[in-house]
Every structure is written in C-alpha cells, then in structure tokens.
C-alpha cells in the first residue's frame, strides 16, 4: 500500500492567516492526490482534486499544489468555519490510502 | 439530488453478527461504486472496499479483506456491510460514500451520514 503522511499534525492559526499543510506519498503518484475537510460528527467533505482542482461550491481561498510526492493545501485568509481535520488520499493505485489527517483550530 | 443513506446505530456484544446498510437515491447508482470507510474514534480513515451493484463487482483492501463482507440489492440500490463475528476494535463510524467516477480509486464524492457501531460486553 501506498503511505500517505501528512504534516503537522495540529495546527493553530488566527482568522486572515495563511496555513499550509504538506502530504507526501511514499512513492509517486502523479496528480492523483485528493483533499477532504472533516468537521466533528460529520462525515469528510471533498475539497480538491488531482491535487489542485478545487471541487464545485469549494471557497476560493482554498487551494492545492504538488505532484509526484509532495503536495500541499493552502487556506488563505482563514475563516473561523475552517476549523476542521484535513485528511489528504491518493486515488493513484488500489487500496486507496488516506493520511493520518492534520487538526487546524483557530486561536 | 443524489443521497446516500445509511442504517442507524448499533450496539452489539462481541461474537455477534451484524449488517449496516447505505441506500443510493435521486440516481442511477447501478453503473457507480459504493464504497465503505471506517474511522474509529479520534482516529482517521481507512478505505476499506467497494461494490458496484449493477454486477456485485467487489474490490476490498487487503487490510480489511476476510474481515468483513461487502454486497449489494441492485433492486432496491442498497449496499451492506457485514461481520459475521463482531470484535471489541470494530466499534467505529463507518461511512459509505461514492467514488465520483467510473474509477473504483477515485475520491469520493458523495457521502452517508456515517453509523456509529459499538461492540462491547
């Protein structure tokens, strides 16, 4: 299977910063990196993908990049409905794999 | 609109079996997959397999694969979750969800609102 690892694990910010959470892949997998955003007691929400095409409806201030093994999302300007668990997942190759998810909370 | 709706909680004793279902509507879901996603508490998620109704086809990751049972009733577009003998470290949220292409890897783009089983003595 393939390794997903995401870094850090929490983070806090303030309302208008810029985060940026980093996901590598323990091998290649081109593009095919996708995002969710989980909020508690709600199902993951799909947020990105093939690495940076932002899914319908998803705000503009979120955004990917990467390829190969590195990828990252970025949260610019922060919002206080950003506090959430993010959880990156490759699509490149079957089983599908998640990362272990970064907690973002807003001071 | 497209929905997946899924079987309420559960609590269980361990050895016990049990069958957690998640209803496709508002379209044609036969020619999709439906897949299973496990998340213990204060955990993340596992991708653990997927169905496609229309012919049964099943994909499961090796992780989970003789753990569980993953079917379908394409009549009624229902896939299911199956343990025949339940364990204490399967009590989680279990999601289905729906890749959002013909791809069975792909990301899911539709999900259920989870159900909770817990396994406990």
């Keep these: 299977d393939i390794q997903m690892t995401q870094s850090p694990s929490s983070l806090s910010a303030s309302v208008g910063d810029r985060v940026t959470i980093t996901c590598r892949a323990s091998q290649s997998i081109s ?9 508690p007691g709600k199902p993951p929400k799909f947020l990105i993908y093939t690495a ?10 979120f955004s990917g990049s990467g390829s190969g093994t590195d990828f990252t999302l970025t949260i610019s300007n922060l919002q206080p409905e950003d506090c959430a668990t993010y959880y990156c997942q490759q699509s490149y190759s079957s089983p599908p794999t998640f990362g272990q998810g970064t907690k973002l909370e807003i001071k | 609109e497209v929905q997946l709706v899924q079987s309420g909680a559960e609590v269980k004793k361990p050895g016990e079996s049990l069958k957690i279902s998640c ?5 044609n879901f036969t020619s999709y997959w439906i897949g299973w996603v496990r ?9 653990m397999g997927v169905i496609r109704p229309g012919d049964s086809s099943t994909r499961y990751s090796p992780s989970f694969e003789g753990q569980v049972t993953i079917s379908a009733d394409k009549s009624i577009v229902t896939a299911y979750l199956q343990w025949s003998s339940l364990k204490a470290s399967d009590t989680a949220m279990y999601y289905c969800a729906r890749p959002w292409s013909s791809d069975f890897t792909d990301a899911f783009d539709i999900w259920g609102q989870g159900t909770m089983v817990t396994v406990s003595s």
């Excluded at chain 1, 593009?31 to 909020?39: A, D, G, H, T, V």
């Excluded at chain 2, 209803?23 to 379209?27: D, E, H, L, Q, R």
């Design chain 1, 31 to 39: 593009s095919f990196l996708n995002w969710y955003q989980q909020k």
């Design chain 1, 52 to 61: 940076s095409s932002l899914q319908s409806g998803v705000p503009s201030r």
């Design chain 2, 23 to 27: 209803k496709g509507s508002g379209n």
């Design chain 2, 39 to 47: 998340q213990m508490p204060g955990k993340g998620l596992e991708w």
